[in-house]
């Protein structure tokens, strides 16, 4: 099973680029990001609306990418390309694993956020 | 300094570029196609870093665009794409592209050397 955590090395990359402040502000962006676009895609369920899920997931996707959110990232990838197809599938099912994904990576990034306080 | 124009409806993206570029480049922001072939034509950039997948018009039909507009027509172009497949940078070039860079962005020095080689002086 593919764990699901933070990839290091991407944050130490964003480090580099902009320091402690510029992390903050892309976990923070990220949050915001992600949780508005599960509930574009929660609401593309409810509609029926596919272009809705794909768009969501491809935001998602990217986003997750930036801080090394491998799971996340790829969930959404999969979610985005099966949308795409119109594959005729348990979208609820989907979002709430995508979600779980999302949730499950919360603590490591908060603890990024309480280490880069200092 | 030069002027990058930077097309790209995930914030998150946009906060990254700039974050690499704003030591080196003044940068005008645009969240949608639209939006940028309104903005574009009145503060022309030296660069535009195009995404590929926007909402609404994508990048290549922005491209289209920008490349029928004498103000933008011979702005260098570089596709920002989440799918890196073979024969992906000669799809690119065909459609108009200048070149292409890939997300996640995680060289910062592949985005500055492709906009170095295509900003001329």
Known sequence: ????????????????????????KMINSFHR????????????????????????????????GNLG??????????????????????????????????????????KILGEFRG | MKKIAIVEDNPDNRLLVCAILEDYYEIDEYETGLEAIKGLKKKVPSLILLDISLPGMDGP??????????????????????HAMEGDREKYLELGFDDYITKPIIDENLILNSIKNLIKD
């Not at chain 1, 949780?35 to 794909?54: C, D, H, M, P, Y």
């Open chain 1, 69 to 110: 959110a491998t799971k996340l990232e790829n969930i959404s990838g999969r979610i985005e390309k099966i949308a795409e197809l119109d594959e005729d599938i348990n979208y609820d099912d989907l979002i709430s694993k995508l979600e779980n994904a999302y949730d499950d990576i919360k603590p490591e990034l908060n």
């Open chain 1, 1 to 24: 099973m593919e764990e699901n955590k933070i990839y290091l090395e991407r944050i130490s990359n964003l480090e580099k680029i902009g320091g402690k402040e510029f992390v903050k």
């Open chain 1, 33 to 64: 990001n992600v949780s508005q676009k599960i509930e574009s895609a929660k609401e593309g369920v409810r509609t029926g609306n596919l272009e809705a899920i794909e768009r969501a997931a491809h935001s998602i996707k990217s986003s997750a």
């Open chain 2, 61 to 82: 039909e922005v491209l289209q665009h920008l490349k029928k507009e004498e103000l933008t027509k011979d702005v260098p172009v570089i596709a920002i794409t989440a």
